[in-house]
């Protein structure tokens, strides 16, 4: 199972937003994250749809989150833009009656536990998450470049 170029690309674009604290303009986004315009114009037409971001218009207007950045997850962005995450046909949300098999099937409580930790690990994870992580990353970094010239 992979998640999709869209779901992705949604993510990193918000994460943009985020980190820029501001609206930004799909164009800019587009520039900074090298993605396709008109691909992430398709990609906010539906985060937008869902009421994970606003469009500001004006000079410095552009799309910015409706919500603060620790209350957005990575598993809203992904469902919004590539549906509910599932292993299996047998066990997908919301199915009424799952199949015949069910009651017998050996491997029916493997595919849900391994569902429910992935769809864990998404929704507990938040764009102000992912910023944090990345702030870690550029100190550690700086100060690995740091120790380097010291020799």
Request: net charge positive; hydrophobic share 35%; glycine share 8%.
């Amino acid at each position: 199972m992979a998640i999709s170029t869209r779901g992705r690309y949604g993510v990193r674009a918000l994460l943009a937003i985020a980190k820029a604290r501001r609206p930004l303009s799909t164009a800019k986004i587009s520039q900074m994250e090298d993605i396709s315009l008109p691909y992430l114009e398709q990609i906010f037409n539906r985060l937008k749809r869902a009421g994970l971001v606003q469009a500001t218009r004006g000079a410095q207007g552009g799309f910015d989150l409706s919500r603060p950045p620790a209350e957005i997850s990575i598993g809203d962005v992904v469902r919004t833009l590539d549906g509910p995450v599932t292993f299996s046909h047998c066990h997908k949300p919301g199915q009424d009656k799952p199949c015949g098999r069910a009651e017998i099937c050996p491997s029916r409580q493997f595919w849900s536990e391994l569902e429910n930790t992935v769809n864990s690990k998404l929704f507990n994870t938040t764009l102000e998450d992912l910023t944090n992580i990345e702030t870690g990353l550029i100190e550690k970094k700086r100060g690995a470049s740091s120790a380097a010239n010291l020799f």
